[in-house]
């Protein structure tokens, strides 16, 4: 089993720029069904989580290539609407095709899709959305089939799903009339794929807001999208930086969409300067326990950072706690993290991380994507080496970890 090998100790120096968004490229991909033309999506992070995607546009008939850091989707040819059962168990994110191809084709065939073991993950608000816009949606043994004619509606979640509201966006492009969504998710992901369908042609409005308003049943064609830069790919090496020290500049990056883990990294006594399109971190590494963290929606702290801000305050002076609002198991991490001596009490959704003199490296092995980039940052800080296993659970959400941290300084290498 390969593995990536971190050896601590080192401070962070350099900068880089950070890859564009996952969970933007993801949606954007699925919503490219609807285009009935040429995307060329700049910026495009190599994933694993966008291998799947594209194995399931090239499932439905579409065409996909790479030109450099550009990918291309060809969706003029749409063949089919129903995406095979080891595609959707990959990734939570095979989701979105269902409001995409229900859009498309009238018509569309999933299973239930898979994606990071954080606790139950369902989807009844997307299919609620779906129902509301007048699709018959049937589940049976696993499989569900959606078909009808949609017609725009008001459309309530109940909580702001992301998924749910970019189900609920792409759905609406193809309902006739006006939908309204309301307590829609807010997050910058959302509005880049609203930047997508309006450069794709639809009418959509409100994104980054609780209400989004999308007037269906325009004709759509191909366009050129630029991705924003992964906020939560960025919070992961200002993490890193300010566990192990050093002085690091993130290019590419919008400040604005991690202002509450920049506000939580001051907080620890990192000092921090957010420019145009690019944000710097300098710390000692000698870092202070902070207010509670609690993960909500955005804007609030994100859920997605809470593992790596966690590794961050292993060392540092004083007692953090962290509160997970959004996923009933995302500390499948502390786990591993114990096993670098770090002093972390769990009880439910409450975490309590006590900072320690000193953190050694070990064997330990990634649980999910955020969790292992955790143990990565923790490698960092840790005194000797630090394997971290199962790697492929990191490589869903980071391009090339390696590379940007040995760009940083770090020594970390990847072993077979
Ligand atoms: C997206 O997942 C992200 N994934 C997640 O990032 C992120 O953690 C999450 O949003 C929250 O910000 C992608 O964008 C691909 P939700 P999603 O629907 O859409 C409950 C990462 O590390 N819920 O906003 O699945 C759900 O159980 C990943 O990059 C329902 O109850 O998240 C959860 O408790 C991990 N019913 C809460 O809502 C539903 O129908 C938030 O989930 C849908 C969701």
Redesign the pocket.
Known sequence: MSCFAVEGGRPLVGELTVQGA??SV??ILAASVMSGGVCRIRGCPRLSDVDTTTEILRHLGCETRWEGEDLLVDATCVTGCQIPEHLMRRM??SVIFLGAVLSRCGRAEISYPG??E?????????LSALRTLGAAVCERCGVLRCAGKLRGAEIVLS??????TENAMLAACGAEGTTMICNA?R?P?ICDLQAFLRSCGASVHGAGSSTIVVEGGKPLHGCDHGLIGDR?VASTYLASAAGAGGDICLRGIDCRHLSTVTTALMQSGCEIRCEEDCVRLRSTGKLRAIAPVRTC??PGF???AQAVLMAALLRAEGTTMFVEN??DSRYRHVAELRRMGADIRTEGRVALVSGVQELHGAQVCATD??GGAALIAAGLQARGITRVGKTAHIRR?YADIVGDLRRLGAEVREEP
């Open positions: 996952k969970n993801l949606p939570r994110s994606g990071c954080l606790g139950p993950r369902p989807i009844d608000l997307h909580l702001p799903s992301v998924g749910a998710a997050e992901e939560i929606p955005y994100p859920t997605d959004m996923f994507l955020r959400g």
